[in-house]
């Protein structure tokens, strides 16, 4: 990262980071779009967030993606928030201008146009389970309820934390129904199914009864690997229509290029290539 160059330099930051498929991402993107910029990745000590983000606008950075474990800390760095960034509670999205650093969070609207604009899926009107209620589902609450659902129903293993998801939330409901219960209480089926637990993680599924999922319905692990995750199986064997979180993350990815460049890549090309990998 010393080579400053005459073009604009962007990284992503966690730790660990090696993992992370947000250089190829955002690199195809700027070929795409013929924008002149490099993306890499930084790790970042544990304890030495905010001092690797510094050293990098000292080196004349212009941005960058936030990931685990830093996207809390990325939120008390910034010195001004969007909205949405506000809403999630979180940020994954730093823009450096001058002496300010925007703090922002595409991860939500990543998902709504996965799903409303990838998938076709019109989200007005419908009714939605969100199941978890950690930073992932919190992320995906403002943009969600923007969408126009009819209902949102919350449940997550431990059920006080869908209530204090509730309590946060109330103010954006406008019309929609927004209630939250217990993994035991979902008896009724519901359009849309959306996993934002880290179940799949552990290769596990929230105990939710069969009856939630339809013909009609569309289960969404914002998880995504090789195979389909446990919770996309258990879906599809109601006969549930699925889809992984690879495009969340195509989609939050071209969000954060659109901040920095105000451009809109396309995405379809870059979705296609990660999942020809994972096949
Ligand atoms: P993230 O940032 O991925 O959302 P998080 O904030 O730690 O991570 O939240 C993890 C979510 O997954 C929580 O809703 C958690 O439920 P609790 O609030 O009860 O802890 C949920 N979760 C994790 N493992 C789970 C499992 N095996 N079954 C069901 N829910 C699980």
Redesign the pocket.
């Known amino acids: 990262m010393n080579d400053t160059g005459s073009f604009a330099q962007y990284v992503v930051i966690g730790n660990p980071i090696a993992h992370s498929k947000s250089p190829e991402i955002q690199t195809r993107f700027a070929a795409d779009t013929a924008q002149d910029l490099r993306y890499g990745r930084l790790l970042a000590p544990l304890n030495g967030f905010a001092a690797a983000v510094q050293q990098f606008i000292a080196q004349g950075g212009k941005g960058a993606n936030v990931t685990v474990p830093f996207k809390l800390q990325a939120y008390a760095l910034a010195s001004s928030l969007t909205a949405r960034a506000k809403a999630a509670g979180a940020v994954n999205t730093l823009k450096f201008d001058g002496a300010d650093i925007l703090g922002d969070n595409t991860d939500g609207i990543g998902l709504v146009t996965d799903i409303a604009r990838n998938a076709g899926y019109d989200l007005a009107g419908k009714k939605i389970l969100l199941?978890?209620?950690?930073?992932?589902?919190?992320g995906a609450m403002l943009p969600l309820l923007q969408s126009a659902p009819l209902q949102l129903v919350i449940a997550?293993?431990?059920p006080a934390?869908a209530d204090e998801l509730i309590q946060k939330f109330q103010p954006c409901a406008q019309g929609c129904a927004l209630t939250a219960c217990a993994?035991a209480d979902l008896q009724q089926p519901f359009d849309l199914v959306i996993n934002?637990?880290?179940?799949s993680?552990?290769a596990?599924?929230?105990?939710i009864a069969p009856q939630v999922f339809g013909a009609a319905t569309l289960a969404y692990d914002m998880m995504y690997g090789r195979q389909p995750t446990p919770f996309m199986q258990f879906a599809a064997a109601q006969g549930a229509q699925v889809r992984d979180g690879l495009g969340m993350l195509v989609e939050q990815a071209a969000e954060s290029f659109f901040v920095w460049r105000g451009v809109r890549p396309r995405t379809d090309a870059v979705f296609a290539a990660l999942r020809a990998q994972l096949s």
């Open positions: 199941l978890g209620a950690g930073g992932a589902a919190r997550n293993r431990t934390k993994f934002a637990t880290s179940a993680l552990q596990d599924v929230p105990p």
